[in-house]
């Protein structure tokens, strides 16, 4: 609006000086030399006509080539199409990639058909957007190739529970400069991916596939309990804790043989990662419950000094309550359960 209100004023100044004998000439000077400026820009455009048609070809062609590469990644996205190295979790990166790269590669070679490319104004506008964009880039470049190798470590993806530092929850976002997930509070959290890369990251579904996410937590009990019974009761705590899969089967590892105890640790496999403190609450209350159905004290013991007797366990004891008797199995252990 108001390039259209200069304009007007121009040429009704430019016709009111004409009018006047003492102005006339200045009058005609600014009229020819609105007549010359529109002679040149009509020139110049025209001119210009073969160039901008080449450049608008080529963009048109780069156009046509990304979307035909956009046609092949989600033929591949859907599975119809199998390439080495291209993964699901890969492939939409990989497209936003090789877009990047057609775009790139179209630009650079319509750009010297671009009219006045090659003038100084835009050799200044050019150095100076270089400049501006290595001093204020480094940080997100950064950002964005932390990003690329978690994208294609496949660390992580969306829906997968995984736990990072003190963060643990289910992911909800991966982009470009970070990564969303969802804690067990309902909290939004987000990670830049260079926090991501330079930390460990526990991934808890990569692997559970049908078997649903594992879970675990640990005991150290006192070389007095016959061993037989501390898994039983770990695996019966375990059957009774709701959110817990009864199949896999529960089972126990005895992880270590300390100085004063036996640190065992129970797994068992869960469907909803989000509950999983909630979970693990209910199995410390039933496994609190069993050991003290059975008279089993829950407490690491440790010695100022050698006990009078031996803290063994007699053979007579090694089948104590819960613990399926001896004539089940070789070993003591119940039939069908697995015990580590």
Do not use: C
């Not at 121009?10 to 005609?28: D, K, N, Q």
């Not at 294609?152 to 400069?177: C, K, M, P, T, W």
Request: glycine content about 10%; charged content about 15%.
């Amino acid at each position: 609006m108001g390039f259209l209100w200069l304009s007007v004023a121009y040429l009704w100044l430019t016709y009111v000086l004409a009018r006047f004998p003492l102005t006339e000439p200045l009058g005609e000077r600014l009229g020819d030399f609105l007549l010359n400026l529109l002679e040149t820009i009509g020139t110049s455009f025209i001119g210009a006509m073969p160039s901008l048609t080449t450049a608008v070809v080529i963009l048109f062609m780069t156009k046509a080539t990304n979307d035909a590469i956009g046609n092949f990644f989600k033929a591949a996205k859907a599975g119809r199409v199998q390439a080495p190295g291209l993964h699901a979790d890969t492939v939409a990166a990989t497209q936003r990639l090789v877009t990047i790269m057609v775009w790139g590669l179209g630009i650079a070679i319509a750009y010297p058909f671009i009219p006045m490319s090659n003038s100084d104004a835009f050799k200044g506008l050019s150095v100076m957007f270089g400049f501006m964009f290595t001093l204020g880039s480094a940080g997100i470049v950064n950002q964005l190739m932390s990003g690329l190798v978690l994208v294609y470590a496949r660390a992580l993806s969306v829906g997968d529970f995984v736990e990072i530092g003190d963060n643990a929850g289910v992911v909800s976002q991966v982009g470009v400069l970070s990564t969303k997930i969802i804690n067990m509070r309902n909290e939004e959290v987000t990670i830049p991916n260079a926090v991501l890369v330079s930390n460990p990251i526990r991934n808890f579904s990569r692997l559970a596939g049908e078997r649903g996410t594992l879970v675990s937590t640990k005991v150290t009990i006192g070389y007095d309990t016959p061993w037989r019974q501390v898994h039983a009761m770990l695996i019966a705590a375990a059957e009774l804790t709701p959110g817990l899969r009864p199949l896999p089967t529960p089972f126990v590892y005895q992880r270590g043989l300390a100085d004063w105890y036996v640190e065992y640790e129970l797994f068992a496999h869960m469907d909803e990662p989000l509950e999983r403190v909630a979970v693990l609450s209910g199995l410390h209350a039933n496994i609190q419950d069993q050991f003290n159905t059975y008279g089993v004290q829950i407490m690491s013991p440790h010695f100022n000094s050698q006990p009078a007797t031996n803290l063994v366990v007699p053979p007579d004891g090694w089948h104590a309550a819960p613990a399926a008797p001896a004539a089940s199995n070789g070993n003591g252990q119940r039939p069908g359960k697995q015990h580590g």
